[in-house]
Nanobody, 125 residues
Framework: QVQLVESGGGLVQAGGSLRLSCAAS????????MGWFRQAPGKERDFVAVISWSGGSTYYADSVKGRFTISRDNAKNTVYLQMNSLKSEDTAVYYCAASRWGETLVGPTTNFPSWGQGTQVTVSS
């Protein structure tokens, strides 16, 4: 399994931007699809975005499409989530996740066995 550590969360005003990072350790990162999820207080964890191991395919939840961008740098073992035009409803703990080695399904139903500890994003209105 791959170990994941998120960073970059914080407090931002509505309309602002943040970039989350997720640093991965382990040899499987470069062949693992990577995803971002979020969980708001009192709600279930929701899918946000996923990127294929090559970076060639991405998929977004409708709620973030056009505002968030997922990317990865396999040389740095890091995946990013650029969040623009933030809204108060984006407030949540954000988690990154890694698929199994060689995963080819890239979408909201991709299986992610490895998870980070999360980073808090708070958007003030």
């Amino acid at each position: 399994q791959v170990q994941l550590v998120e960073s970059g969360g914080g407090l931002v005003q509505a309309g602002g931007s943040l970039r989350l990072s997720c640093a991965a350790s382990g040899r499987t990162f470069s062949r693992s699809a990577m995803g971002w999820f979020r969980q708001a207080p009192g709600k279930e964890r929701d899918f946000v975005a996923v990127i294929s191991w090559s970076g060639g395919s991405t998929y977004y939840a409708d709620s973030v499409k056009g505002r968030f961008t997922i990317s990865r740098d396999n040389a740095k073992n890091t995946v990013y989530l650029q969040m623009n035009s933030l809204k108060s409803e984006d407030t949540a703990v954000y988690y990154c996740a890694a698929s199994r080695w060689g995963e080819t399904l890239v979408g909201p139903t991709t299986n992610f066995p490895s998870w980070g500890q999360g980073t808090q994003v708070t958007v003030s209105s």
